[in-house]
């Protein structure tokens, strides 16, 4: 095990760590930009220093495709390749398989998929997912998942859980560096609560540094996606972190954090960016949309990002989705948001404030009081009173 | 505005100068300098943290093109935001206005007429009258603003290219006449083609003006590059020595030194941005007057010695920063191996990398064109550095 999770405060299950790995003191909760290919598309390591970024999350796949995990393993690493100094994640490469590649097919042995560049067939296997990834050399590595639609139902979703849960044993054999890399497992399951209870208990058996919940975020009802959240941050052992894959809205991460999850990665922030959306505390801004054109006002005048402190929202009005400089100081603004709200998490919750918190981030969200019925129930389980943040009935 | 030529060459046009234009407390730009090129008031990748990391104050100077705002925002807008220095959040920043731009907006000769001049935009051909140039400017209020020209390449027939010069000076009275401020911040735009006697012409037309300067356009548009110092000396022979020269058009170093011997302090280069589109790296050593390197790297087989392709297979293991002893944000910090992968991934960080690069290595390479000056060597540093190009070119060293 290369990491050290200390709890350093608690509201109901929400909690706030400091999560210590090989490259990096972190603070929980956080938030992972995805950088896909070895950066973060638009911004300098600097930058993500500068707003916050604590770890950076790698996608196997495109890495094993170009450069390649020999090049990175020969020049020192994914750290010393793109010269980031923090955490670094990467996932297992099987989900980007399923989700890319038409031709996937899982098997025993392992993913079966077209290789995009001569069209051969190739196995990834979950030896092979984590030699990849003790090559690239993250602070922490995903366990090869089989990975199933969330909204597919029946006997796959039972098969995919076992499944997973010999996989586990393959790769945890596989797994050269346990002194420097952290492998998590992933929980799945779908969204039914005895398979899923069966996977959590599976995984915990095997001691590993730190869970994933995977097969969320995949167009299941919110009501579901929560549920299966809190049923397995229950029941995952308090001294762990917990790690809420492909999960990147804001919302749903102070959700989630409420229940007591403490890692989300997503694209989202940045894609949004590229198409011109800002994330403001209200929601999203649209850059692109014609009232902008004449607005003299920062993106979000309580923002103190780079961005914000110099430019209008009429100026970005002008830029974005033309210009490369649109998207670079979009996503920049983008990321900074999800840096605070992760910051703003972890300090209320040290300092006892975080139904304060909650409450202020529904009320801005939800200005009429319209608090979607997912949020309440889920904030009922949470044990964090929001009353006052939704309407009362109008019967 | 206020401008000092501080060394003349003997027996030469180059000179150094000084240019005072950020109020009395800051420092010159020393000239000969770089206007650094941008699209909508803003390098095309270079985002403020990194610019203000940039040697200084020689990266101050940016080029703008009032022709990006067509569209939006509006003049109106641009005026309550507080003009382009605030709404560009480059408040220590110089803009100079030109119409001219390389990057996106073309002087289309075609379709000008005697209202105005046309371009070609994104959003389409689009006419610019003097009168709303100038309505433009005074939402802009960039440091210095060049007249309305009426831009002629050089293959156009002498008569078309006599109306561009009669044009470009009604325009420039034009200009003056709706300035409240009579051309205290303004250059006057130089055209003339590729006709001596035309250049010789607008050039003392425009001097007998009253503004602070000269914006020399009509290069970069077809020349022949033999008789384009002709054409340069003609025009600045006809200027008086103590006001500002300004040429656009000349990208290339070997075009810059030109420039430089003919009289011409700034240079409107758009070199950059393209080098950087292509993948290329700046790598010359520009100390090739006093330094131990007179002699350019010969043993590099990609590129033309005076920069690398990025994108080349053989930089994919290659942990060596883009230029050894460079102190840009790029070489203190990534290496060509990564550079060339980011290349190969179409990922938008080597364009970042590369223009803070390249931009960082032009500077220095003008800051070098200006010690030659200074030390009464510029002669030889132009000689050698155009010799170790021709080596090059004729040495057998297979070059892309
Ligand atoms: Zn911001
Ligand atoms: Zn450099």
């Given at each position: 095990m290369?990491?050290?999770?200390?709890?350093l405060?608690?509201?109901?299950?929400?909690?706030?760590?400091?999560l210590?790995?090989?490259?990096?003191?972190?603070?929980?909760?956080?938030?992972?930009?995805?950088?896909?290919?070895?950066?973060?598309?638009?911004?300098?390591?600097?930058q993500?220093?500068?707003?916050?970024c604590?770890?950076?999350?790698?996608?196997?796949?495109?890495?094993?495709?170009?450069?390649g995990?020999?090049?990175i393993?020969?020049?020192?690493?994914?750290?010393?390749?793109?010269?980031?100094?923090?955490?670094?994640?990467?996932d297992?490469?099987?989900?980007?398989?399923?989700?890319?590649?038409?031709?996937?097919?899982?098997?025993?042995?392992?993913?079966?998929?077209?290789?995009?560049?001569?069209?051969?067939?190739?196995?990834?296997?979950?030896?092979?997912?984590?030699?990849?990834?003790?090559?690239?050399?993250?602070?922490i590595?995903?366990?090869?998942?089989?990975?199933?639609?969330?909204?597919?139902?029946?006997?796959?979703?039972?098969?995919?859980?076992?499944?997973?849960?010999?996989?586990?044993?393959?790769?945890?054999?596989?797994?050269?560096?346990?002194?420097v890399?952290?492998?998590?497992?992933?929980?799945q399951?779908?969204?039914?609560?005895?398979?899923?209870?069966?996977?959590?208990k599976?995984?915990?058996?095997?001691?590993?540094?730190g869970?994933?919940?995977g097969?969320?975020?995949?167009g299941e009802?919110?009501?579901?996606?929560?549920?299966?959240?809190?049923?397995?941050?229950?029941?995952?052992p308090e001294?762990?972190?917990?790690?809420?894959?492909?999960?990147?809205?804001?919302?749903?991460i102070?959700?989630?954090?409420?229940?007591?999850?403490?890692?989300?990665d997503?694209?989202?922030?940045t894609?949004?960016?590229?198409?011109?959306?800002?994330?403001?505390?209200e929601?999203?801004?649209?850059?692109?949309?014609?009232?902008?054109?004449?607005?003299?006002?920062?993106?979000?005048?309580t923002?103190?990002?780079?961005?914000?402190?110099?430019?209008?929202?009429a100026?970005?009005?002008?830029?974005?989705?033309?210009?490369?400089?649109?998207?670079?100081?979009?996503?920049?603004?983008?990321?900074?948001?999800?840096?605070?709200?992760?910051?703003?998490?972890?300090?209320?919750?040290?300092?006892?404030?975080?139904?304060?918190?909650?409450?202020?981030?529904l009320?801005?969200?939800?200005?009429?009081?319209?608090?979607?019925?997912?949020?309440?129930?889920?904030?009922?389980?949470?044990?964090?009173?929001?009353?006052?943040?939704?309407?009362?009935?109008?019967? | 505005?206020r401008?000092?030529?501080?060394?003349?060459?003997?027996?030469?046009?180059?000179?150094?100068?000084?240019?005072?234009?950020?109020?009395s407390?800051?420092?010159?730009?020393e000239?000969?300098?770089?206007?650094?090129?941008?699209?909508?008031?803003?390098?095309?990748?270079?985002s403020?943290?990194?610019?203000s990391?940039?040697?200084s104050?020689?990266?101050?100077?940016?080029?703008v093109?009032?022709?990006?705002?067509?569209?939006c925002?509006?003049?109106?807008?641009i005026?309550?935001?507080?003009?382009?220095?605030?709404?560009?959040g480059?408040?220590?920043?110089?803009?100079?206005?030109?119409?001219?731009?390389?990057?996106?907006?073309?002087?289309?000769s075609v379709?000008?007429?005697?209202?105005g001049?046309t371009?070609?935009?994104?959003?389409?051909?689009?006419?610019?009258?003097?009168?709303?140039?100038k309505?433009?400017?005074?939402?802009?209020?960039?440091?210095?603003?060049?007249?309305?020209?009426?831009?002629?390449?050089?293959?156009v027939?002498q008569?078309?290219n006599?109306?561009?010069?009669?044009?470009?000076?009604?325009?420039?009275?034009?200009?003056?006449?709706?300035?409240?401020?009579?051309?205290?911040?303004?250059?006057?735009?130089?055209?003339?083609?590729?006709?001596?006697?035309?250049?010789?012409?607008?050039a003392?037309?425009?001097?007998?003006?009253?503004?602070?300067?000269?914006?020399?356009?009509?290069f970069?548009?077809?020349?022949?590059?033999?008789?384009?110092?002709?054409?340069?000396?003609?025009?600045?022979?006809?200027?008086?020595?103590?006001k500002?020269r300004l040429?656009s058009?000349?990208?290339?170093?070997?075009?810059?030194?030109?420039?430089?011997?003919?009289?011409?302090?700034?240079f409107?280069?758009?070199?950059?941005?393209?080098?950087?589109l292509?993948?290329?790296?700046?790598?010359?050593p520009?100390?090739?007057?006093?330094?131990?390197?007179?002699?350019?790297?010969?043993?590099d087989?990609?590129?033309?010695?005076?920069?690398?392709?990025?994108?080349?297979?053989?930089?994919?293991?290659?942990?060596?920063?883009?230029?050894?002893?460079?102190?840009?944000?790029?070489?203190?910090?990534?290496?060509r191996?990564?550079?060339?992968?980011?290349?190969?991934?179409?990922?938008?960080?080597?364009?970042?990398?590369?223009?803070?690069?390249?931009?960082?290595?032009?500077?220095?390479?003008?800051?070098?064109?200006?010690?030659?000056?200074?030390?009464?060597?510029?002669?030889?540093?132009?000689?050698?550095?155009?010799?170790?190009?021709?080596?090059?070119?004729?040495?057998?060293?297979?070059?892309?």
């Amino acid at each position: 095990m290369a990491l050290r999770f200390e709890v350093l405060g608690k509201f109901n299950r929400a909690r706030a760590a400091r999560l210590t790995l090989p490259h990096f003191i972190c603070q929980t909760p956080l938030f992972m930009p995805v950088g896909t290919q070895g950066t973060i598309k638009g911004l300098t390591n600097s930058q993500l220093q500068e707003i916050g970024c604590q770890i950076i999350l790698g996608n196997t796949y495109h890495l094993a495709l170009r450069p390649g995990p020999e090049l990175i393993d020969e020049l020192g690493g994914l750290h010393k390749f793109m010269n980031w100094k923090r955490a670094l994640l990467t996932d297992s490469g099987g989900f980007q398989m399923v989700s890319l590649l038409h031709l996937a097919d899982i098997t025993e042995e392992g993913v079966t998929f077209q290789s995009p560049v001569d069209g051969k067939p190739m196995l990834l296997t979950p030896e092979e997912s984590i030699q990849i990834q003790n090559k690239i050399g993250a602070d922490i590595i995903m366990a090869l998942d089989d990975v199933v639609k969330t909204t597919i139902t029946g006997p796959r979703i039972e098969e995919a859980m076992y499944r997973t849960l010999r996989w586990i044993d393959r790769c945890i054999a596989a797994h050269k560096r346990p002194d420097v890399q952290n492998l998590f497992g992933i929980v799945q399951g779908g969204l039914d609560p005895i398979l899923r209870d069966i996977c959590v208990k599976g995984l915990v058996d095997r001691n590993l540094p730190g869970y994933a919940i995977g097969g969320l975020a995949g167009g299941e009802d919110k009501d579901s996606f929560w549920r299966v959240v809190a049923q397995c941050t229950a029941s995952l052992p308090e001294d762990k972190p917990r790690y809420v894959m492909g999960v990147g809205y804001p919302l749903d991460i102070v959700v989630c954090s409420a229940l007591g999850a403490d890692m989300y990665d997503c694209v989202y922030p940045t894609r949004t960016a590229r198409f011109g959306s800002a994330l403001v505390p209200e929601g999203i801004l649209k850059l692109k949309n014609q009232a902008m054109a004449d607005d003299e006002r920062p993106i979000d005048p309580t923002c103190s990002c780079m961005v914000c402190r110099n430019y209008t929202r009429a100026y970005l009005h002008c830029l974005v989705t033309k210009d490369a400089m649109g998207s670079q100081l979009l996503s920049y603004h983008n990321l900074s948001y999800m840096m605070r709200l992760s910051k703003d998490l972890h300090t209320s919750i040290v300092e006892g404030l975080f139904p304060e918190f909650v409450q202020g981030f529904l009320r801005t969200q939800f200005p009429k009081g319209d608090v979607p019925e997912w949020v309440c129930n889920a904030m009922e389980v949470a044990g964090i009173d929001i009353s006052s943040c939704c309407a009362p009935l109008t019967s | 505005m206020r401008f000092v030529v501080t060394k003349a060459c003997a027996g030469g046009r180059a000179r150094a100068g000084a240019l005072y234009i950020g109020g009395s407390s800051a420092a010159p730009i020393e000239t000969p300098s770089l206007l650094l090129s941008t699209c909508k008031g803003l390098p095309a990748f270079i985002s403020r943290d990194h610019l203000s990391e940039l040697p200084s104050p020689d990266s101050l100077l940016l080029s703008v093109s009032p022709l990006h705002f067509l569209d939006c925002p509006s003049t109106k807008t641009i005026s309550n935001i507080g003009g382009l220095h605030q709404m560009l959040g480059l408040q220590d920043h110089f803009f100079i206005a030109a119409t001219r731009d390389s990057l996106e907006s073309l002087p289309e000769s075609v379709g000008c007429n005697k209202h105005g001049a046309t371009f070609e935009t994104p959003s389409g051909r689009r006419l610019v009258k003097p009168s709303s140039y100038k309505e433009m400017i005074t939402s802009l209020m960039p440091n210095l603003w060049v007249s309305l020209a009426d831009e002629v390449p050089a293959w156009v027939s002498q008569k078309r290219n006599k109306i561009s010069v009669d044009r470009t000076l009604r325009w420039l009275d034009e200009c003056l006449a709706l300035d409240p401020v009579g051309g205290k911040d303004m250059l006057g735009f130089i055209v003339g083609g590729s006709d001596i006697e035309e250049r010789k012409h607008c050039a003392t037309e425009v001097a007998r003006r009253n503004v602070s300067g000269f914006w020399i356009g009509g290069f970069g548009l077809g020349e022949n590059i033999e008789e384009r110092s002709a054409l340069l000396n003609a025009v600045t022979d006809s200027l008086p020595e103590e006001k500002l020269r300004l040429v656009s058009g000349l990208s290339l170093p070997e075009e810059v030194l030109q420039g430089v011997a003919a009289g011409v302090d700034l240079f409107d280069s758009t070199y950059i941005y393209h080098l950087t589109l292509g993948g290329f790296a700046l790598i010359y050593p520009v100390n090739i007057v006093d330094g131990e390197t007179a002699e350019l790297q010969l043993d590099d087989s990609l590129g033309d010695c005076t920069k690398i392709n990025l994108r080349a297979t053989i930089y994919r293991m290659d942990t060596s920063p883009l230029v050894a002893d460079c102190t840009c944000f790029t070489c203190q910090n990534h290496t060509r191996a990564y550079i060339n992968h980011l290349l190969n991934v179409h990922e938008m960080l080597a364009h970042i990398l590369l223009e803070i690069h390249n931009t960082h290595h032009y500077l220095s390479f003008f800051r070098a064109v200006r010690e030659a000056i200074k030390s009464g060597k510029f002669d030889l540093f132009r000689q050698r550095f155009v010799e170790s190009r021709r080596i090059h070119l004729t040495s057998t060293v297979p070059c892309s």
